[in-house]
């Protein structure tokens, strides 16, 4: 069928239409980009101030990156601790975060800087340790704690103060990575020199803070809404009179239970105890106990990790596990955030491939096993499931599918919504890398797996009370990659 070309204009009228069409986008375009500048250039200004000082510091991604500035700004309450070398690029930074974010305080654990002796011990100390108090119980969005360089012995109390508080914790410690020899490598020296002539009045740059873990942090509201549709999703597995059953097989023995002596499902999974709290959930990415895991040096001090931190990510839920021991929900990591899992390909060497808490796990492995001689009765059946400490590889040819969605690298990243009874919390990921593997053999296998429907999605039971919920729609949910110290 021949097209309606007679309605067409001529061709010289069409290029009229599209020129005007295409000015007015410039146009919308300028004045968008003209408005946008207006609103920033306060914040800009006091980034290039700071950027004159370090070459790299109009790059952090909480003065620079929009996304990142929104997202601290109003989901989640930040304690930025300024580790770096100079006092002028200390005051810049300063300067810059509390122009970015209108909603803050400094405070300074140091207020004679460069006097070696401490005046009248520590009184200056708890006068800064109670601003910082004081600025947590405002609520105060951000607070900035300057003067960290030193490492005070008590920089570990401020720490305390912000998990108490319900702050996240950022190190900003600008590309400043001597005192680890090896560190420093190419442009990066190259800084720290550059750093080194501009700090005249020190010359010795501050060493890395390591912290107790890497990962994406949520802020409260996203955790309690994150923990709350998990609790829902167990709910719903609850109405399953199957679900019920095999759950309730399985269960550690010893949980809690009700008035009337049954399971108490909601106090089955809680996280009471856990060092990081009991609403702030995150996502480990790496493992790094203060520096103590091997690989932890170049974790902290690769580009990747150096130019995310601070910065704001959107994890994608895709479902969930439930477990006798673990209620966690199921990452799918883009290949962004694959560039800050601990095992990167492009840098396995440089990495002992086990997973995070790998001590815990193993532990955890001969406390089952131990259990398993002692409780093994004759003629009762043998466990089959076991949690599996390192991440299951795809098969060769392996295409993501419903029921088998991931697998290999980063297949691992979970965020744990609670634990049954005196279960580690890195107990998830080897829960997760199992029901994994038991994916991988269900599809080779054409097995039939126990299967129910849920509203949001669909619940499967891979053996012995391991399910894996897989939601139909996945979950977006808003993230600060920095470190737990
Ligand atoms: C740190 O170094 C990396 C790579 O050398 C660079 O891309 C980044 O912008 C630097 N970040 C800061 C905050 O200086
Ligand atoms: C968090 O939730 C509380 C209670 O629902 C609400 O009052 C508050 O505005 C929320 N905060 C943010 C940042 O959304
Ligand atoms: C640290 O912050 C305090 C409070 O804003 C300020 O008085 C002090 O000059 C700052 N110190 C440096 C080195 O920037
Ligand atoms: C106790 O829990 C069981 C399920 O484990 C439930 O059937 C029963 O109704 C509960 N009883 C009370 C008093 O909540
Ligand atoms: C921090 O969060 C916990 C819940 O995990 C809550 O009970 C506590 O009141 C919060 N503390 C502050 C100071 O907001
Ligand atoms: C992972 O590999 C990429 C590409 O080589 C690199 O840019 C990134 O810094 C690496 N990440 C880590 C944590 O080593
Ligand atoms: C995350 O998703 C929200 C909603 O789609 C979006 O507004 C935000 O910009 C995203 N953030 C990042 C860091 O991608
Ligand atoms: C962290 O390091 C300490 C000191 O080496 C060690 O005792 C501890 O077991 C480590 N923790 C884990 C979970 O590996």
Known sequence: MEPPRMMLPSLPSRLVVLATIFLMVLLQTL????SDTKEQTESQEMATKAATLD??????????DPQTVKYISTQIKVMIFLHVASDKEMSALAQAITSTYKDSATCCLKTSRGSEVKPFGGIVYHRCQDQIEDSCKKGVQVIVVNGT?????DLQDCFTLAHRYNYTTLVVQPNATSGHPGAAH????????????TANAKPKLPTILYPFFYGWFLGFNISVDTLGFGKTIFKECLQ????VEIFTKYAIPGSPRN?????????YFSLEGFITGTTLLHCTSFFSNYSE???SQQYATSPAVRQATGRAFNLTVIGFLITPRTLGARIRLNDQELLLWETNSSATSDFTPVGAGNNVDKTMQQKQLQHLDQSQMPGQEISTFYPIRDEVPCPKGWRPTEFSPTCGRGSRAHL??????DVEAVQTGSDLNAIIQRELEAVAKKEDILTLKLKSGTVRCYGEGNWAVYLDKALEIGTLFTGWY
């Open 31 to 34: 004045i968008f980009m003209m």
């Open 55 to 64: 070459p790299g510091s109009a790059n952090y991604p909480f003065l620079k």
């Open 149 to 153: 360089e030193n490492i005070p012995s």
């Open 186 to 197: 190419g442009s990066h020296s190259e800084l720290m020199q550059e750093t080194l002539r």
């Open 240 to 243: 399953q009179p199957k679900f």
């Open 259 to 267: 008035a009337s002596g049954g399971l108490d499902f909601d106090r």
């Open 293 to 295: 895991r091997a690989g």
């Open 416 to 421: 744990t919504l609670g634990t049954g009874k």
